[in-house]
């Protein structure tokens, strides 16, 4: 391997073990470490690489750093720098879905998660508000979010989510009119990368349709649904817990949100709740079934995104162009958030609604909004609160 790539892997592992904060967070941090120190990229192919992710389905910032790894050094580099950035989030997300079972398993009460319930639903409210206030800026855009959120409020099949994405990106791709008109030259496609992650879909349904085994499901499961997921890790939670905890029942309520809590003070992809969630999900199969779950279902919702993101970046430059591609950007964002805000709600009805629970959310809420304190401290802080006094 060359050497100039063996730094940029090094880079790569130090921002996995230092981005916390979110896509956003983590596309400042490759700004400063692979666009001004290393100069990998130039700025204008990072802020374009990142645009381009934004509209595919998957984890924004995972897509965007393999892109950089594609772009240094083609695809062999991009599928390494993939494995380095989800690994140590992943690793400690599984250890968690384990000692979670461990406790559970052995009767000792799960009281230390108190505090961080109720603050999980404020992160939740907190991306909610994020999200909203930067990509919803028009009345339909408004509209489309107060609908989704009504629709995946009280329609909670799986299928609503993707089918409400799909729509709102069709209503507002109608207006493609209004978009600049821009010089576009022929497309060269290639497909590999495209059926590929078609094969991929259509052999997981038909495996885990006619096998029934546990670990092919959750496979397809999270394939899917990393297929069909925009918007980000904050977008995946009302998904996850819908089809998880409430269809699936493979956790409860108080493991999902305890998971959910702990991945937002953890630097790498939020996505890395999926590798808890499938760990949990095969606790009938002891701890080396445990360990494949999380290992299945981490490399199922990160796939599908790989693929797309080959797939798509070697054309990205026209495809880019098309008024259609620009316009549905705004319908599938405010269906995003939507969904988001849906999340909040629907994750605080399970928590006992005392002023002492909703005061957390809003102090959570609070503090994200108008102080600097980090997110990890945040959580640290709940559960550090919550061993000291278990209730």
């Not at 192919?45 to 050094?73: D, R």
């Not at 409400?164 to 507002?172: F, V």
């Not at 576009?184 to 349904?205: D, H, Q, R, S």
Request: proline share 6%; hydrophobic share 55%.
């Amino acid at each position: 391997m060359r050497p100039r790539n063996i730094i940029f892997l090094k880079d790569v592992a130090s921002l996995s073990l230092t981005a916390f904060g979110g896509p956003q967070a983590h596309i400042a941090m490759m700004l400063r470490l692979m666009v001004e120190k290393r100069n990998y990229i130039s700025e204008k192919e990072l802020m374009e690489l990142n645009a381009l992710c934004q509209i595919l389905p998957g984890p924004s910032s995972t897509q965007t750093i393999t892109a950089i790894g594609f772009k240094v050094g083609g695809p062999n580099l991009a599928y390494l720098t993939l494995l380095v950035w989800i690994a140590p989030a992943a690793i400690i997300m599984i250890a968690a879905g384990l000692i979670m079972s461990f406790l559970e398993g052995k009767g000792a009460p799960l009281g230390f998660t108190r505090f961080i319930q109720p603050m999980a639903v404020g992160f939740v409210a907190f991306a909610a508000w994020r999200i909203s206030s930067k990509v919803v800026y028009t009345k339909g855009g408004i509209v489309i979010m107060v609908v989704s959120a009504i629709l995946a409020f009280f329609f909670r099949s799986p299928w609503v989510f993707p089918l409400l994405l799909l729509a709102g990106g069709s209503l507002t791709a109608l207006r493609f009119q209004k978009q600049p008109v821009l010089e576009k030259k022929p497309m060269k496609v290639e497909w590999a990368n495209f059926l590929l992650f078609l094969g991929v879909l259509i052999a997981a349904a038909l495996l885990g349709r006619y096998t029934q085994l546990r670990a092919v499901l959750l496979f397809e499961n999270f394939y899917r649904n990393g297929s069909l997921i925009f918007g980000g890790g904050q977008v995946l939670v009302p998904v996850m817990y819908t089809e998880f905890v409430e269809f699936k029942k493979y956790l409860n309520f108080k493991e999902f949100m305890s998971g959910f809590a702990l991945v937002q003070a953890l630097p790498g992809p939020v996505f890395s709740f999926c590798s808890y969630i499938g760990t949990l999900a095969m606790r009938p199969y002891g701890w080396g079934g445990q360990i494949l779950g999380g290992v299945v279902s981490t490399i199922a919702i990160f796939l599908p995104g790989t693929f797309l993101i080959f797939f798509v970046i070697r054309f990205w430059e026209e495809l880019r162009k098309y008024r259609v591609i620009q316009a549905s950007l705004e319908g599938i964002n405010a269906v995003g958030s939507g969904m988001v805000c849906a999340a909040a709600i629907m994750l605080y009805h399970p928590i006992e609604n005392t002023p002492y629970n909703f005061g957390l959310v809003v102090l959570t809420f609070s503090l994200l909004l108008w102080t600097k304190i980090p997110a990890p401290a945040l959580i640290l802080t709940g559960l550090a609160a919550g061993l000291l006094f278990p209730g």
